[in-house]
C-alpha cells in the first residue's frame, strides 16, 4: 500500500469522529443503527482499526453522505462542473450540464457584430427552451420575428425554421437548453453557415 494510500485511511479515524460529533450522536447511538459494535467504532475512530468497505458502508448511510466523504476521496460523481467554453463558428458555448443523452444545458455567447446580420433559419429535431441573461435577442421562429430582452424566455419546436442572433448588434448572452440531437447539430457538427458568421442556428 502506497504512502497516499496510507494518508488517506489514516484521515478516515478523525473525519468520522468530526462527523458524529458535528450530528451530537453518541456511539451508543451510532451502535445501534449501524450494527456495528460501540468498541469497533472506538477503535475506528481512534485509528486502532483500519477503514474497511464492509465498516463503512453503514456509515455512510447513517449519515446520509457519500462514501467518498467518508474517506476524503474525489467524488466520481462531484456536483462541480468544470467549465470549459467551446467555440464553434464564432459563438461560445459554456456546458452547464455533463450527462449523458437526456437535455443538455449550455450559457450560449452571441459576440457583437458591427452590423445586423441577415437570419439564415435552419431546422433539426427537437425541442428547445432559452432564457435571454444580457443584451437583447433576436429570434426568428418561423413567420415571426421577435426580439426578446433580459429576462424573457421563449420554447420552441426545432422542426420549425429558426434562427438567434443580436437584434441591435451587441452581445447577447443567454441560457438555452436542448437535447443531444441538437447538440449534434449546434455544438458538434454546427450549422450550415460560414464560420465568420456570427449568427447562430439552434
Given at each position: 500500500?502506497?504512502?497516499?494510500?496510507?494518508?488517506?485511511?489514516?484521515?478516515?479515524?478523525?473525519?468520522?469522529?468530526?462527523?458524529?460529533?458535528?450530528?451530537?450522536?453518541?456511539?451508543?447511538?451510532?451502535?445501534?443503527?449501524?450494527?456495528?459494535?460501540?468498541?469497533?467504532?472506538?477503535?475506528?475512530?481512534?485509528?486502532?482499526?483500519?477503514?474497511?468497505?464492509?465498516?463503512?458502508?453503514?456509515?455512510?448511510?447513517?449519515?446520509?453522505?457519500?462514501?467518498?466523504?467518508?474517506?476524503?476521496?474525489?467524488?466520481?460523481?462531484?456536483?462541480?462542473?468544470?467549465?470549459?467554453?467551446?467555440?464553434?463558428?464564432?459563438?461560445?458555448?459554456?456546458?452547464?450540464?455533463?450527462?449523458?443523452?437526456?437535455?443538455h444545458a449550455f450559457k450560449m455567447i452571441i459576440p457583437a457584430q458591427p452590423e445586423p446580420l441577415e437570419p439564415s433559419p435552419q431546422t433539426h429535431e427537437g425541442f428547445e427552451w432559452l432564457y435571454?441573461?444580457?443584451?437583447?435577442?433576436?429570434?426568428?421562429?418561423?413567420?415571426?420575428?421577435?426580439?426578446?430582452?433580459?429576462?424573457?424566455?421563449?420554447?420552441?419546436?426545432?422542426?420549425?425554421?429558426?434562427?438567434?442572433?443580436?437584434?441591435?448588434?451587441?452581445?447577447?448572452?443567454?441560457?438555452?437548453?436542448?437535447?443531444?440531437?441538437?447538440?449534434?447539430?449546434?455544438?458538434?457538427?454546427?450549422?450550415?453557415?460560414?464560420?465568420?458568421?456570427?449568427?447562430?442556428?439552434?
Amino acid at each position: 500500500m502506497d504512502r497516499e494510500t496510507d494518508d488517506v485511511l489514516d484521515a478516515v479515524g478523525p473525519r468520522l469522529r468530526a462527523l458524529r460529533r458535528n450530528r451530537g450522536i453518541t456511539l451508543a447511538a451510532l451502535a445501534a443503527t449501524t450494527g456495528v459494535s460501540e468498541s469497533t467504532l472506538s477503535r475506528l475512530e481512534s485509528g486502532q482499526r483500519r477503514a474497511t468497505l464492509e465498516l463503512l458502508l453503514p456509515l455512510a448511510r447513517t449519515y446520509g453522505v457519500p462514501l467518498d466523504d467518508l474517506v476524503g476521496a474525489p467524488r466520481t460523481g462531484d456536483p462541480r462542473i468544470h467549465l470549459k467554453p467551446i467555440r464553434q463558428f464564432g459563438m461560445i458555448f459554456v456546458p452547464l450540464s455533463r450527462r449523458q443523452g437526456g437535455v443538455h444545458a449550455f450559457k450560449m455567447i452571441i459576440p457583437a457584430q458591427p452590423e445586423p446580420l441577415e437570419p439564415s433559419p435552419q431546422t433539426h429535431e427537437g425541442f428547445e427552451w432559452l432564457y435571454v441573461l444580457n443584451g437583447r435577442l433576436r429570434l426568428v421562429l418561423g413567420e415571426r420575428d421577435l426580439t426578446l430582452p433580459p429576462g424573457e424566455a421563449a420554447e420552441f419546436d426545432t422542426s420549425l425554421p429558426h434562427w438567434l442572433g443580436s437584434a441591435d448588434g451587441g452581445a447577447v448572452e443567454l441560457l438555452i437548453l436542448f437535447g443531444l440531437q441538437g447538440v449534434r447539430s449546434h455544438v458538434r457538427a454546427g450549422p450550415h453557415r460560414s464560420s465568420h458568421d456570427g449568427s447562430f442556428s439552434t
